[in-house]
């Protein structure tokens, strides 16, 4: 009980502090323009890589059309926002995203998730494919060239702010009943049906959920850099996505956060490589996957209610003895 | 029906060079069940490498064909030995990861050597139109099949004849029981991969003359295409490989000659979610149901 | 007399060309200890898989009582015959590899519980409830069956007999009244087949559940089973008590491949 209000505390003094710490700098203007336009992404990637690994890690369903679902999002908030500039706007155009997010994410789902391994993933690619070649072919969309001018909205705290949302989200939903069966279900679909899980919906629970998350990231990045066009969210968009999920640890949260900032960090610096930026980046990412396969964080979870219970333990036997 | 004959003579040239790329996915697929992401990438090199062959040392189509070949043959070998070898006993997402940086490389480093511009292919086969009842064949087409069906038919009779066909099959059937009746299973991975990337080579140089243009992102898209065909096809097979290919290219076509041709990439990949969806393991392949 | 738990009835599976199961039928009533022997390729998987619902049958029927009725699994999924009173083990041992041990008993209680998705999320004291009675639900199993100092460890990283253990308690934990345990002292030494008879007899009897067992041991299928259904070539060849069975010819040719005389 006293753990349990501990963890949370600190958790809440650890991401208030967070805040504080941006805030100061913004007042302070050593986060300028760039620093924030950095630190923005990050936190979106962060939103976009921890609701792909609760797809990928938890649930163990190989997905590579998470760009689709975050375009969803981004052209929700793009085409709503531009007649309803308002921040109550800018909600409604998320949840609406969200709504429809979740409806395609059920087709899609329903069919595919029967399929397997790569296979899955070709099929979420091409899902994607389709709803990025379907904006590219509409008229309210604006087709290729994508919209523009949309109202930034969407500010650095609001990012911070659903970053912290999202990963609170995930973290509880995979440290519950639903998620034991979720991870039961990666571990050995077969076995787990035999043992009463139903395999198919809570595969499905978790497809749709990170792809909710994922429309969440893309309403934000819409809002933000203020022009979206198709080309934002074809396969390398996905890929780039999985990348950070794969090298912060298949299946570890604390894996894709510190991925996500170590990534976003990397290329700010690389931008200062000019053309080479992108050929030092493709070797990192090969000496990284061959000197740690399981990426950064493996599977392990920083814990604060772990580490207080250990602590706690620990007290207690010293005590005694 | 004219338009449609066209079309569909258009759509198997196309479907020729999706193949030429298919077989290659297929084979590796089939052996070490990865994607092998930078498999466009290397068809993008062969159309470099036949380009410059071209231009500098003036060879020939044939000689610049073989060159390419082979380039490609110990690229990709060494794409294998580099990026792939070390994790032959990773998850395969690591791999797929791993393939993905290699196309990165590839892809980038082309750019940043010979910049991103697309460049004109040198014309060594002058091109010739022939029309028969209408329908208009160019020689470069005539070529495009020739070379893809002597290829394929090689290829098939090195899998199913030669003892290297034998050790592939085998150890794409059980590696690990190859490996204990004394099969080099390195060595038949880096022969899959070399013959894999000469195929690949080969549509670079075919690409080049048929649309005279090549560019270091153009492996990108027919890459994720062939890749499709190889699924659809059933990975592994390697007839299978050749027909999804032929379907995706004339679907392609068709979807162009009826005048979708914004939709002609969304087809494709409707048409692969539905093999997906009632033929998983594609129209050729055979699937094994899970032992209890 | 006990009453019929599960019957099974002319139950046929093909593949292909090949019949496994060829015209079988068995009843098992509450609370009896059986076994299903028979030479490898006998089709005694093949029938566990059909009677958990893994794998359905060409033809026949097989129910199995709940709630005073007769439920047909035939036809139906794993998860709905799982959650009509049927659990299993497996041969070649299938545990949540990476999760711990009471996480793979409590990924078992899943449906003995009811959790709301937005208390999940924003953690209500449901949740902690919730998540408390698991937990104690499978510390009692715990305890029970000797697994306490395993309980928090990953279930691969367990040696092979504890791991079977592992498997049976976590097919326990979905409450069955009937249990499929596909040869469950494979690959154990002596002393751990003893210890899996003593354990396989107390869940028997402190759990008011049938067992089915598949088997090889003949040891320990004689001093365990109260009746024997003998599988054949994909037919019931024999079923009677240890020693009816043991006397019958036919099971001694296909056993011991000999004539009956030499062998009695």
């Known amino acids: ?321 | 029906m004219q338009i449609f004959m066209q079309q569909l003579i258009n759509g198997l040239s196309l479907g020729s060079i999706y193949a030429l790329l298919a077989l290659g996915y297929t084979m590796i697929y089939g052996i070490i069940k990865i994607i092998h992401f930078a498999h466009g990438d290397v068809y993008m090199l062969g159309a470099f490498f036949g380009y410059y062959t071209i231009n500098v040392w003036h060879f020939n189509f044939i000689m610049a064909l073989f060159g390419s070949m082979i380039f490609c043959a110990l690229v990709g070998m060494l794409i294998e030995f580099v990026a792939y070898r070390p994790l032959r006993h990773s998850s395969r997402i690591a791999v797929l990861i791993t393939a993905i940086g290699v196309s990165y490389f590839l892809e980038n480093g082309m750019s940043v050597l010979f910049s991103g511009d697309t460049r004109d292919f040198p014309q060594v086969i002058k091109q010739v139109n022939y029309e028969w009842f209408g329908i208009r064949v160019t020689n470069i087409q005539l070529l495009i099949f020739a070379t893809t069906i002597i290829l394929m038919i090689i290829l098939q009779l090195i899998v199913k004849k030669t003892k290297m066909g034998r050790a592939m099959r085998a150890a794409a059937a059980d590696p690990v029981a190859a490996e204990l009746m004394g099969i080099n299973i390195n060595g038949t991975i880096s022969f899959v991969f070399a013959i894999g990337s000469a195929m690949a080579g080969a549509a670079g140089v075919l690409i080049g003359l048929y649309y005279n243009s090549i560019e270091p992102t153009m492996g990108l898209t027919p890459g994720i295409k062939a890749f499709v065909a190889a699924v659809v096809g059933g990975v592994g097979s390697i007839p299978g490989a050749a027909v999804g290919a032929v379907i995706i290219g004339c679907l392609e076509s068709l979807m162009q000659a009826i005048g979708f041709s914004a939709f002609k990439d969304a087809a494709v990949y409707v048409v692969l979610i539905i093999v997906l969806l009632f033929l998983p393991a594609g129209l050729f392949g055979n699937k094994q149901p899970e032992k209890v | 007399m006990a009453e019929k738990l599960l019957t099974v009835r002319n139950v046929t599976r093909q593949f292909g060309g090949l019949t496994a199961v060829n015209d079988v039928s068995m009843t098992i009533y509450d609370n009896e200890l059986v076994a299903l022997i028979g030479p490898n390729g006998a089709g005694k998987t093949t029938l566990f898989n059909m009677l958990s619902g893994l794998l359905p049958a060409t033809s026949g029927t097989i129910a199995i009582r709940h709630d005073g009725r007769f439920y047909k699994v035939s036809g139906k999924g794993a998860t709905s015959v799982a959650q009509h009173g049927i659990s299993r083990t497996f041969q070649n041992i299938r545990l949540f590899g990476d999760m711990t041990v009471r996480e793979n008993i409590m990924a078992a209680l899943n449906n003995q519980f009811k959790e709301s998705f937005w208390g999940t999320i924003i953690r209500t004291p449901h949740y902690y409830r919730t998540e408390r009675e698991m937990n104690d639900a499978a510390q009692k199993l715990i305890d029970r069956y000797h697994l306490t100092a395993v309980a928090d460890s990953p279930a691969n990283k367990l040696p092979y007999g504890m791991q079977r253990r592992v498997e049976i308690v976590r097919a326990l934990a979905t409450k069955p009244k009937i249990i499929f345990l596909d040869e469950p002292a494979a690959g154990m030494n002596p002393e751990e087949t003893a210890e899996l008879t003593t354990m396989i007899r107390q869940l028997r009897d402190e759990n008011n559940l049938a067992v089915l067992l598949i088997e090889h041991d003949m040891s320990l299928v004689m001093s365990l089973a109260e009746r024997i259904y003998v599988l054949d070539q994909g037919e019931v060849l024999a079923s009677g008590t240890p020693k009816e069975v043991s006397q019958n010819p036919a099971v001694v040719k296909a056993y011991l491949g000999g004539d009956a005389n030499a062998a009695g």
């Open chain 1, 1 to 321: 009980m006293k753990i349990r209000w501990q963890t949370i505390a600190i958790w809440f003094v650890c991401m208030a502090a967070g805040y504080g710490i941006i805030y100061a700098g913004e007042m302070t203007g050593v986060v300028d323009t760039f620093i924030e336009n950095m630190l923005v992404m990050m936190g979106i990637n962060i939103i976009l890589a921890v609701s792909l690994n609760l797809i990928v890690g938890f649930s163990g369903q190989f997905s590579l059309g998470h760009a689709g679902f975050m375009a969803i999002g981004a052209y929700a908030t793009g085409i709503m926002t531009q007649t309803e500039s308002t921040f109550a706007g800018l909600i409604f155009s998320m949840i609406t995203g969200i709504v429809i997010t979740i409806v395609i994410a059920l087709i899609v789902g329903v069919p595919t998730l029967r399929l397997k391994g790569d296979y899955l993933a070709i099929a979420t690619m091409g899902a994607a494919e389709i709803i990025r070649l379907t904006a590219n072919n509409l008229k309210i969309t604006n087709g290729p060239a994508g919209l523009f001018n949309i109202p930034q909205l969407a500010t650095w705290p609001l990012v911070y702010i659903m970053m912290c949302l999202t990963i609170i989200i995930v973290a509880n939903f995979v440290h519950s009943k639903t998620g034991r069966a979720i991870r039961a279900v990666r571990n050995d679909e077969l076995a787990a049906t035999a043992m009463g899980i139903n395999a198919t919906k809570y595969k499905l629970m978790a497809f749709v959920m990170g792809a909710s998350l994922a429309a969440v990231g893309g309403s934000l990045y819409a809002s933000y850099l203020q022009s979206i066009a198709p080309s934002n969210f074809n396969i390398m968009e996905s890929v780039s996505i999985l990348i950070i999920v794969v090298l912060g640890g298949i299946g570890s949260i604390t894996g894709s956060v510190i991925a996500a900032v170590v990534l976003g960090a990397i290329d700010t610096v690389l931008q200062n490589f000019g053309s080479l930026r992108m050929v030092i980046y493709a070797v990192m990412l090969i000496v990284i996957m061959i000197a740690k396969p399981s990426g950064l964080m493996g599977r392990r979870e920083f814990s604060i209610g772990k580490w207080l219970a250990k602590r706690t333990a620990k007290k207690q036997a010293a005590a005694e003895s």
